[in-house]
């Protein structure tokens, strides 16, 4: 079945810092990855996508590249802020067609951002 | 647009009794799922259906919870009778269905207690 292996957290941080945040999966096919963030006390909300090989999401200065030779989706930052406290989560969706529109999310990685 | 609307934001309520939480999906969509999120198991998908019509329900922990859909703006997740470990923050999420990806847009969540 689908899966997907993130780094374990919590991950704490200087403002300014490089942040990478690792995800792995293993899915047949090509499906989309995602990822997700939730900041304290709110719902999951789409951070960034990539729907084909070698797509690269970005959003709000993070990026993800899907590497179908490695099967990942590393989430990166140049530059973080305080602001960017919250919990990540790697997600996937199968290959289209059929009626499983399922996510399968990983476990979630906390990160804090010290000023 | 409003997003996914859910209600309460907070319950608090003894062993035994029924406990029900409701969400209304952002207009449109075709999918809604509802989550389960704890400490110790992260982000559970408990139920989805499609067009009101529950599709896969593999998720729900036990008969004492149950799913409804009655129309394409509105469902229930029903706990009969609670007990303790069922606390946790339940999420609803709806999607459109755009054939090639799967994007859930989350509501904040019920933190559920049962004492």
């Known amino acids: 079945g689908n899966s997907v292996t993130q780094m374990e957290g919590p991950v704490t941080l200087s403002e300014e810092a490089f942040l990478t945040i690792n995800c792995t999966y293993t899915?047949?096919?090509?499906?989309?990855l995602f990822w997700y963030v939730q900041y304290p006390g709110e719902g999951l909300q789409l951070l960034l996508k990539?729907?084909?090989?070698?797509d690269k999401g970005s959003n709000k200065g993070f990026e993800a590249t899907y590497r179908k030779e490695t099967t990942s989706f590393h989430l990166e930052k140049g530059s973080v802020q305080v602001s960017d406290s919250a919990v990540y989560f790697c997600?996937?969706?199968?290959?289209?067609?059929?009626?499983?529109?399922?996510?399968?999310f990983g476990k979630g990685t906390l990160l804090t951002v010290n000023p | 647009d409003a997003g996914v609307i859910q209600s309460p934001r907070h319950e608090v309520t003894e062993m035994g009794q029924e406990v029900t939480l409701r969400c209304k999906p952002i207009?449109?969509?075709?999918?809604l799922f509802w989550y389960r999120q704890t400490m110790m198991r992260g982000l559970e998908l408990l139920i989805y259906?499609?067009?009101?019509?529950?599709?896969?329900d593999s998720g729900m922990p036990e008969d004492r919870f149950s799913a409804k859909m009655p129309n394409a703006s509105f469902s229930t997740l029903k706990i009969q009778p609670s007990e303790p470990r069922d606390s946790a923050v339940y999420f609803c999420?709806?999607?459109?269905?755009?054939?090639?990806?799967?994007?859930?847009?989350f509501g904040p969540g019920t933190r559920l207690t049962v004492l």
């Open positions: 997600a996937l969706s199968p290959p289209s067609g059929g009626s499983n529109y399922k996510l399968t």
């Open positions: 259906f499609n067009n009101n019509v529950p599709i896969d």
């Open positions: 999420a709806s999607s459109p269905d755009r054939g090639s990806y799967n994007e859930q847009f």
């Open positions: 990539a729907t084909k090989a070698d």
């Open positions: 207009s449109g969509h075709d999918y």
């Open positions: 899915a047949t096919g090509y499906p989309s």
